[in-house]
T-cell receptor, first 115, second 114 residues
């Protein structure tokens, strides 16, 4: 099955700096990579996703890059703000050729943005 | 739309007790799933369903049963609770059974087994 590794487990940055979280996956057939944000005590929520037919996707201060050859993808947050403080999870899935969605999640990165 | 709802929010069980965690969605989503979240381990898939009457096992199915008699509801049953099942449980739903579609999570149920 798929295995997703995520680094770092904790990340502290100053407000306004950039944050980068990296994930690697094992199954070369995976082709859908979402990122979820989970605030303390809340449910995970999708913030951005990327499919394997593109190398980069951007949404305001958030961007995701994908390197299929190396089987890794990264989340980039620029101009960080205190409200970016949360746990971020990457995930991998075979889509749409898989018969059913089975997301495999990384172990999470706790991001703290300090003033 | 209420989205994905879960009850109860908190539950304490004694070892050996059974209970059902409820999950419902009002988005007419085809796909529903259950995850457990443990510290340092991310979210792990327990069971999933691609439609009414169809369920299958995920990564960590032992000790749990599911059924899907309607599109809206997907309850998770703990047959004989064990301390190892202490966790936060999230139900999720998605428009399509196929991957590549956003999964919407419920608010979670925090379960403690003593």
């Amino acid at each position: 099955g798929e295995n997703v590794e995520q680094h770092p487990s904790t990340l502290s940055v100053q407000e306004g700096d950039s944050a980068v979280i990296k994930c690697t996956y094992s199954d070369s057939a995976s082709n859908y990579f979402p990122w979820y944000k989970q605030e303390l005590g809340k449910r995970p929520q999708l913030i951005i996703d990327i499919r394997s037919n593109v190398g980069e996707k951007k949404d305001q201060r958030i961007a995701v890059t994908l390197n299929k050859t190396a089987k890794h993808f990264s989340l980039h947050i620029t101009e960080t703000q205190p409200e970016d403080s949360a746990v971020y999870f990457c995930a991998a899935n075979k889509a749409p050729t898989g018969t059913a969605s089975k997301l495999t999640f990384g172990t999470g990165t706790r991001l703290q943005v300090t003033l | 739309n209420a989205g994905v709802t879960q009850t109860p929010k908190f539950q304490v069980l004694k070892t050996g007790q059974s209970m059902t965690l409820q999950c419902a969605q009002d988005m007419n989503h085809e796909y529903m799933s259950w995850y457990r979240q443990d510290p340092g381990m991310g979210l792990r898939l327990i069971h999933y369903s691609v439609g009414a009457g169809i369920t299958d096992q995920g990564e960590v199915p032992n000790g749990y049963n599911v059924s899907r008699s309607t599109t809206e509801d997907f309850p998770l049953r703990l047959l004989s609770a064990a301390p190892s099942q202490t966790s936060v449980y999230f139900c999720a739903s998605s428009y399509s059974r196929l991957g590549g579609y956003e999964q919407y999570f419920g608010p979670g149920t925090r379960l403690t087994v003593t």
